[in-house]
């Protein structure tokens, strides 16, 4: 998977820092400490925004574990170049209809030949209902899917995915991935714009999925709401 300068350079800043009170450290000048006369004072300040948009501590730890895990990827991506791809569905007796949709994409989403999109509603662990839409190529690269496929955990999206919204709390947050940038304030309604071949991926359920791209609703016992959107990599 190839990284844009952007997105190495997001992983790079955050690397940098071992906990969160060194990434609110990072936003206090010696001017603040002076004033305040208080380090903990001028942190709390930071985190509250006085300082311009900071990262909340949860944006913080699953966003910094997101970025190690990418750069894990990266460097078994380097180690297993021109070795054969392991599948974590192979083997998996697979019942639900989700998970046999997943297995049925895998090889082509970590060979490259294709990118999906995922969109899941459901409840999360502390029972509010949670939408959002995952980048599976992506999630691919920077996570173990054994445990999904296995049944041990369940596939749900997150703040550090495409798109996450929260039906309780309204929390709403929206980020472009290695695969694909977010256009969510077009007319036609929220877009993924795939970055290899600049094509339009359309989640709107009432137009078209866009060129090389088509949507499949699944019936699944683990979700309330779940469709797989492909988009098809031309190599031509």
Known sequence: MEYSSAVVRFYDSLSKFKVYEDYLDSKVTEMDIFYLKS?????????????????????????????????AAKSNAFYNRGRPVTLASAGKELKDNFLKALAEREEANRSGKMTSVIFIRDHNTLGQEVSGYIDYTHRLKTQDFEPYFSGKKRLMPGRSDLCYYNWKTQVSTSNSSPNFEVIYDDPNGLLFKNKRD???????????????????????????????????????
């Open 39 to 71: 380090r903990e004072l001028a942190r709390e300040l930071v985190e509250l925004g006085h300082k311009g948009t900071v990262l909340s501590r949860e944006e913080f730890v699953e966003r910094k574990a997101a970025a190690q895990a990418a750069e």
């Open 198 to 236: 600049k094509k339009i991926l359309n989640v709107d359920p009432l137009s078209g999925s866009g060129e090389d791209s088509s949507r499949t609703f699944l019936q699944s016992d683990l979700y309330i709401h779940a469709v797989i959107y492909d988009h098809n990599i031309r190599t031509v």
